[in-house]
């Protein structure tokens, strides 16, 4: 393993421990529902839509997380001639901690970068939703990497948190 690899996954590694501590703060006061069969886990906002998406792309930010980008659902529905409600899907993630799940079974490029949707439901509510990633790993039958998948399992609940409502 290289020298600058090994540096970048260490710096990483650090930069998500120190987020970590506030992903645990979200999880102490009950942010972080539990991931349903399929994996995903959901918390409705206490914003609207333009608000969310705003407020998840600054904490993305904050974090030092690189963004890739925004999908308006909404907007290439329409441009098919189909009614869709408000779905934006956000991509965002951090290559040296993100490709050491492709490196361990190629196939967890299907769930990498983190993709994280928001959405309005028929009730007029907001949701955010994303896939767990302990369920990726399972998905992709990855167990060399439990520490990773957990650091990046607790830094998407606390991006979610961001616009959770209590």
């Given at each position: 393993?290289s020298?600058?690899?090994?540096?970048?996954?260490?710096?990483?590694?650090?930069a998500?421990?120190?987020?970590?501590?506030?992903?645990q703060?979200?999880?102490?006061?009950?942010?972080?529902?539990?991931?349903?069969?399929?994996?995903?886990?959901?918390a409705?906002?206490?914003?609207?839509?333009?608000?969310?998406?705003?407020?998840?792309?600054?904490?993305?930010?904050?974090?030092?997380?690189t963004?890739?980008q925004?999908?308006?659902?909404?907007?290439?529905?329409?441009?098919?001639?189909?009614?869709?409600?408000?779905?934006?899907?956000?991509?965002?993630?951090?290559?040296?901690?993100?490709?050491?799940?492709?490196?361990?079974?190629?196939?967890?490029g299907?769930?990498?970068?983190?993709?994280?949707?928001?959405?309005?439901?028929?009730?007029?509510?907001?949701w955010?939703?994303?896939?767990?990633?302990?369920w990726?790993?399972?998905?992709?039958?990855v167990?060399?990497?439990?520490?990773?998948?957990?650091?990046?399992?607790?830094?998407?609940?606390?991006?979610?948190?961001?616009?959770?409502?209590?």
């Amino acid at each position: 393993m290289s020298n600058c690899f090994t540096h970048a996954c260490a710096a990483a590694l650090l930069a998500f421990s120190l987020m970590a501590g506030s992903a645990q703060m979200a999880q102490a006061e009950g942010v972080k529902p539990a991931a349903s069969p399929s994996g995903v886990i959901a918390a409705r906002s206490a914003y609207g839509m333009e608000e969310t998406v705003a407020r998840l792309k600054r904490d993305v930010a904050a974090k030092g997380i690189t963004f890739f980008q925004e999908i308006d659902q909404a907007a290439l529905a329409a441009r098919a001639g189909i009614a869709l409600k408000p779905s934006m899907l956000l991509i965002f993630g951090n290559p040296p901690l993100g490709t050491q799940f492709i490196t361990a079974n190629p196939q967890a490029g299907l769930d990498w970068p983190v993709r994280m949707l928001v959405y309005r439901d028929d009730a007029g509510a907001v949701w955010v939703a994303y896939t767990d990633f302990d369920w990726i790993a399972k998905r992709h039958g990855v167990t060399a990497r439990d520490a990773q998948f957990h650091m990046a399992s607790e830094v998407a609940a606390s991006i979610a948190s961001s616009v959770a409502s209590h």
